[in-house]
């Protein structure tokens, strides 16, 4: 027979109202009651039906994803992805919103979650002190947040969704020098924000890969694109124009289209090397007509979803599955581009 709540309190010695304080995390409970329970919870064996407790209770999770306002073509397709999982979530009891906010102004994201009553947050941003601020502060009122996409190491976040940003960064460095061959130059490289951790990782893995294994390749200082295809347009024709003829561009953030319009105004379009991130309409495209040379892609529903369960797990006090929400890196080539209306199986 299954240890019940009450098998709980007997073992404790302490009254069933303690017992649901502690199970729900409710404060005014002293510590070492707290471990009475708990105590008490693994001598007993006792496994509690999430689900039904919240059930009984009519319980409803409010989960909330921040997403920098851009219009990027990934952006786009991960803010699509969301509401999908939120639709699978309905029938748990959950409550799924988008915020967003300009990526260039940390503030207007602290602002958007003032006096919201949530369970979790799923937050893709810059690493800043007002992002760090915000998310501790939220972990301070018991709600459960996880970075998405680009990480934010240094604060109090329960966990990260995203890539390995320093592989991806060395599996475009090891692309791009592979697909020169040996051939000597420049290499132009766009991030969205110098401030943005998945940014700084990929640059630093990129960076690592050309001084060790292709020494003949030189990587530009970065410049930023802000995810805006003309601002990324802008920016590197400035950077051409400054350090003349590259030999490849390293494109780490949204914004591909301004780096091809460039190079086709340029006639420099399929003489250039360009490795690009996320398999997006225009990146499939490019890679079709050989203006992209290859693409390391992430499963934008994956994202999603993971985002979610780790979100559900934490907030219930369950511990993830690992391989379960890894995100896996893809490297798509013009050869092996799947079927436009077949986005394969993910998990």
Do not use: W
Request: net charge neutral.
């Amino acid at each position: 027979m299954r240890p019940t709540v009450n098998d709980i309190a007997r073992e404790a010695g302490v009254s069933l109202a303690t017992v649901d304080r502690v199970l729900n995390a409710r404060p005014g409970v002293r510590e070492k009651t707290i471990r009475a329970v708990n105590d008490a919870i693994a001598r007993i064996g006792y496994v509690r039906d999430v689900a039904a407790a919240n059930l009984a209770r009519q319980r409803v999770y409010r989960f909330v994803f921040a997403l920098p306002d851009a219009g990027s073509q990934f952006l786009l397709a991960l803010r699509a992805a969301i509401d999908e999982a939120a639709q699978g979530m309905i029938s748990e009891r959950s409550e799924v919103r988008i915020v967003t906010y300009p990526l260039r102004d940390p503030h207007v994201l602290v602002e958007a979650f003032a006096g919201r009553n949530l369970d979790g947050a799923a937050i893709m941003a810059p690493e800043t002190p007002e992002v760090r601020d915000l998310i501790l502060r939220l972990k301070e009122k018991g709600v459960a947040v996880a970075t998405l996409v680009s990480d934010q190491p240094h604060a109090a976040r329960d966990h990260f969704v995203g890539i390995d940003n320093l592989a991806a960064g060395r599996t475009a460095g090891v692309l791009m020098g592979r697909f020169l061959g040996g051939r000597p130059g420049k290499v132009a490289v766009v991030v969205s924000s110098i401030l943005a951790r998945d940014m700084v990782d990929r640059r630093l893995g990129f960076d690592a890969v050309l001084a060790e294994r292709f020494p003949e390749l030189e990587p530009l200082a970065s410049i930023e694109g802000h995810d805006d295809a003309e601002q990324t347009a802008r920016v590197l024709r400035a950077c051409l124009a400054e350090n003349g003829p590259v030999a490849g561009v390293y494109v780490a953030a949204a914004g591909t289209r301004g780096v091809t319009a460039t190079l086709e105004a340029m006639g420099l379009a399929g003489r250039v090397t360009v490795i690009a991130h996320d398999l997006t309409p225009h990146t499939r495209l490019a890679l079709e007509s050989g203006a992209i040379d290859a693409v390391i892609a992430q499963d934008v529903g994956h994202l999603a979803r993971s985002a979610l369960r780790v979100l559900r797990a934490r907030v219930d006090g369950r511990d993830i599955l690992p391989a379960q929400e890894r995100i896996r890196i893809e490297i798509m080539l013009r050869e092996n581009l799947p079927p436009v209306a077949d986005s394969g199986p993910s998990p």
